[in-house]
Structures are given as structure tokens and as C-alpha cells.
């Protein structure tokens, strides 16, 4: 199947026909269809950033009395039947029969910020639709009050400073924040964010919170520890309704 951008009104879109049945299915309203089991990413948050196409699974149920021409779930503000709708391509699956009437859909939402236009006012949250076209004419679209957030990628960078250092003496660890800007398609520093520093000692399979820190106006980050043990520090952005999570490489410092 083919992949089909739409926004708004969808200009085209993979088949996801389901047979026509005499009697109403349970859960359709008549001369319409409803739809259940409505997936988007897991549950998970879509973290897009400047260049990289995001491929994001879902799923639906849908139950119908006529045939589908093609169905889809989206995302979108406002209303679900003529509010804003968030630019992307799908792919679906043909109907998956369940039973008569009822078909199973598997869909991948693809975002590509490098082919089309992005805001950043689009960052946050997003409810999820779903519709239908019926080859016969007419539609169906529902709100499926599910709410999914579209984030901003972000990126951390460490230098814990100097390596090796003796026992006792300060250990400089700095940094930088920053994050996609879907409009001019490159990273900007992201000021003023709390960022955590942690620590894994030699020979740990896990890190530990130290302290936090917040960035700077202009994302840099800065503080000093004692050099106590030989080990890997690194920052983490827990990331917020807009911006995604981050984490940045180890850099480890070895204490003499």
C-alpha cells in the first residue's frame, strides 16, 4: 500500500474495506460506524526532530454496515470533525475480518519534518479521530477522547573536566541543552530547562542522581563536584508537554 499525505480533507488513502452486512453490527451506529481498540504509539508520547522521518504505529477496530472505501485515525485540535488536523502521510493495512461487519486496521503515521512544514506551536498535546469514507458516499468521523503529545526532540552534550583528577580536588562538569526547531530545521539551545547531573561509579550497572542544575539562558550548563571516585557523569532532560526526553553520552573521568 501506498502512502497518502492528507491534513484537513484527506486527498487519498489505502483501502480498508469491510463487507456490506444485512443487520447492524453490536456498536455501530446505523447507516455509519464506530470505532474501538483505537492505538496510537503505545500510549507513548511522538518525539519528532529536524531532519529524521518518525514512523508511528496504530491500530483501530472499526464496525460498519456499508463498505469502506478507505479509514483512518488522525490527530487533531478543536473538533474532530472540521477543527485542525495535523500534517502527515499513513499507511493502512486492508481490513483485518473479525467477523461480518467488523474489520481490524493497522495504520503507520509518518511525520517528516524535512518534506513538510512543521510549527512549533504543533508541540503538545493532540486528540486522537477516527474516519471513515464509504464507497457508496458519505462518512463517518468520531472522537475517540484519547490525547496523545507531539514533542520537540531535544539533545544534551557532557564534559566532566579534568581527566584523570586527583581525590578531593573539583571536578567541572559542563554541557549544553537544546532542541529541535521545527521551523528553521536545526537545533537551538533551550535556556533556563532543569537538568539532572548523574553519576555511575567504575564497575555499576546503573547511574545515580548527584544534583540539578538548571541551563542558562542560553542552555549551557555548569557545576562542580568533589572527585571522589572513578567513574561516568552525564546530564538528563526528563523533557515536559512540549519538548522530548534526553539523555547525553557518559564521560568518564578517572579519579587518582
Not at 101 to 108: M, N
Not at 134 to 142: I, N
Request: net charge positive; proline share 3%.
Amino acid at each position: 500500500m501506498g502512502k497518502q499525505v492528507w491534513r484537513v480533507v484527506v486527498a487519498g488513502g489505502a483501502a480498508a474495506a469491510c463487507t456490506v452486512v444485512a443487520a447492524v453490527p453490536a456498536g455501530a451506529a446505523e447507516g455509519g460506524a464506530s470505532f474501538t481498540r483505537v492505538q496510537v504509539n503505545g500510549g507513548k508520547p511522538i518525539v519528532i526532530g529536524v531532519s529524521k522521518e518518525v514512523a508511528v504505529p496504530a491500530s483501530f477496530r472499526m464496525t460498519t454496515t456499508q463498505k469502506g472505501k478507505w479509514s483512518a485515525v488522525f490527530l487533531y485540535r478543536g473538533s474532530a470533525q472540521n477543527g485542525e488536523r495535523l500534517w502527515h502521510s499513513i499507511e493502512t493495512s486492508d481490513c483485518i475480518q473479525v467477523s461480518s461487519g467488523v474489520c481490524d486496521i493497522d495504520e503507520t503515521m509518518y511525520f517528516d519534518p524535512s518534506v513538510w512544514d512543521m510549527y512549533n506551536s504543533e508541540a503538545g498535546a493532540w486528540k486522537v479521530g477516527a474516519e471513515v469514507y464509504f464507497k457508496g458516499g458519505g462518512s463517518d468521523v468520531d472522537a475517540k477522547g484519547l490525547t496523545v503529545h507531539v514533542k520537540r526532540n531535544s539533545r544534551l552534550t557532557v564534559n566532566a573536566s579534568p581527566e584523570p583528577v586527583a581525590k578531593g580536588r573539583t571536578i567541572t562538569v559542563t554541557g549544553k541543552v537544546i532542541r529541535a526547531n521545527w521551523e528553521t530545521r536545526k537545533y537551538a539551545s533551550y535556556g533556563g530547562r532543569r537538568v539532572t547531573l548523574q553519576f555511575k561509579p567504575a564497575g555499576a550497572t546503573s547511574y545515580t542522581t548527584v544534583k540539578k542544575v538548571y541551563a542558562n539562558s542560553s542552555g549551557n550548563l555548569r557545576t562542580t563536584v568533589k572527585a571522589t571516585t572513578t567513574g561516568t557523569w552525564r546530564w538528563v532532560h526528563y523533557g515536559n508537554t512540549t519538548t522530548g526526553s534526553s539523555k547525553s553520552s557518559g564521560d568518564n573521568v578517572v579519579v587518582k
